[in-house]
């Protein structure tokens, strides 16, 4: 595990959280009730995670932190897979599998990009010193290095006012490694680096390490990301300024040339397809006061509703509910699962003794509460005789607007609810695709995401339907994803 990075301090030091536990009974048939709601527990209590572009905000799972990047989790180097697709790769590397198809190919200059696409990007960059900007949306991408300009730089060491002596220096000479989201990205420098398929690590905060200066040798918002089109595709392409502090007297200060081509690294989308500026788009990631994130009824939400895999060893089944929100509305979803399903073996008779009473709701509910910038933000799962709710309150304005200023999202909720061992998967899903979500005010779009196996629909993404004040609905065309998205 590794510690919350410094930059976002800040804002989890404003985070609390409680959580509030389930009320047991008896499993006598002739139990008594509260307000006519009968009380009973699931076999397992929900996990709960919220986070806004990566960064955990807080959660029952880990604590409140994320891991470190791990070899073979987070990071896989295609050199070390040679030989291709495998029944082995589907084994030992399952995200890699997924992907694998889109992953970039050696060039003439081995791991790196061609030497055409390094000359075309360094070129772009200094034609277009100030066009980059500072968000890039993708969470799982792929990597490969582009290089240097190898740029030389004049650098004046002072003696107060007065220029003493002057030095020169090639900046992507003193480039020697790369950290993304506080995390250090193995076998990468201005020189070389291999590729690699990056999983779930938001691009927030890059920065290198100066192997030449003295202060401030990580350098922070040195960085721009373009977006340039290349042979008829367009890729993010993570560049960086280099700049230089030596001595804690102020004798050198050099900060930069405003050109981002000392180290430029490649950034493509893991499914294969083109990279979009979020900043362009107007998708509410941006930074500008209009983005819909805020607006209301320009937004979006999103819902993703999974089964689990099966496992040959210790399975188990949970289902995994993601709710990315964009537009200022609360969300109620209702999964219609019976109490049997995942209610606690001690309170069985109680569900067999009322089972016509399905529209019974237990009281007992888990929660968790987040504090973002003054505001309180809860989402609650309440456990009903025929189904599980889930429902948020306290989204607003204030709150998206300082998540999006922060990190240049929304806020994502996660909820994972474990189901008995005796459940089968299809008698399961069955159910979940009957799933619905509601709102307090309806977001610009509806997004009903379904993910992508193997270049195939996840067969185990549900259906959650919203109402009926979104009739019209179309499919994704299957080059990205599988998404139904409904709008007015």
Not at 71 to 89: A, E, L, R, T
Not at 322 to 334: A, G, K, L, N, P
Not at 464 to 476: C, G, L, Y
Request: proline share 4%.
């Amino acid at each position: 595990m590794c510690t919350i990075m410094k930059n976002h301090a800040k804002l989890l030091s404003m985070i609390t959280f409680a959580t509030l536990t389930l009320a047991s009974c008896s499993n006598s048939d002739d139990t008594s009730s509260v307000n006519d709601q009968f009380t009973f527990t699931p076999a397992k209590t929900p996990d709960f995670r919220a986070y806004s572009h990566g960064i955990d905000i807080g959660t029952t799972r880990n604590a409140g932190t994320r891991a470190d990047m791990q070899v073979n989790v987070n990071y896989y180097k295609i050199q070390d897979f040679g030989g291709g697709k495998s029944d082995w790769m589907r084994t030992s590397a399952p995200v890699l599998y997924e992907y694998f198809d889109y992953a970039p190919t050696k060039t003439d200059r081995d791991e790196q990009v061609s030497q055409a696409e390094c000359d075309y990007v360094i070129n772009y960059i200094k034609e277009h010193p100030d066009e980059g900007g500072t968000t890039c949306d993708l969470r799982t991408y792929f990597i490969q290095n582009v290089g240097s300009s190898y740029d030389n730089y004049t650098v004046d060491f002072m003696n107060g006012d007065t220029k003493h002596h002057s030095a020169n220096i090639t900046g992507g000479n003193q480039m020697d490694y790369l950290e993304i989201n506080g995390i250090h990205v193995n076998d990468y420098n201005a020189h070389w680096g291999p590729r690699a398929l990056v999983f779930d690590v938001p691009l927030l905060n890059p920065r290198y390490h100066d192997s030449w200066g003295t202060q401030e040798q990580t350098k922070e918002n040195a960085y721009k990301f373009y977006y340039i089109e290349y042979e008829g595709k367009t890729n993010c392409y993570l560049c960086f300024d280099y700049r230089v502090k030596k001595y804690d007297n102020g004798q050198l200060d050099f900060k930069g040339d405003g050109v981002y081509n000392d180290w430029v690294i490649k950034i493509s989308p893991a499914d294969g397809s083109d990279a979009v500026d979020p900043a362009a788009a107007g998708s509410g990631s941006g930074s500008g006061e209009g983005a819909g994130a805020v607006t209301g009824n320009n937004g979006e939400i999103e819902v993703n509703l999974s089964l689990n895999a099966e496992k040959e060893e210790d399975d188990y089944i949970t289902t995994k509910l993601s709710i990315h929100v964009r537009d200022t509305s609360d969300i109620e979803v209702f999964i219609p699962v019976p109490a049997e399903y995942y209610c606690a073996a001690d309170d069985m008779d109680i569900v067999v003794s009322h089972r016509m009473q399905i529209e019974q709701h237990s009281p007992s509910a888990e929660s968790m509460t987040y504090t973002i910038n003054g505001h309180d933000i809860t989402l609650k799962v309440a456990f009903e005789m025929g189904g599980i709710r889930v429902t948020s309150e306290g989204i607003n304005p204030e709150v998206l607007r300082y998540l999006r200023s922060t990190y240049y999202d929304g806020i994502t909720f996660e909820v994972w609810n474990y189901y008995k061992q005796n459940t089968t998967r299809t008698a399961l899903q069955a159910l979940l695709d009957q799933s619905t979500i509601t709102f307090t005010n309806d977001p610009g779009k509806y997004i009903n995401a379904f993910g992508k196996v193997n270049g195939s629909k996840n067969p185990l993404d549900c259906v959650v339907t919203p109402p009926s004040t979104f009739p019209n609905s179309e499919t994704n065309d299957g080059t990205q994803n599988y998404n139904v998205i409904y709008t007015h």
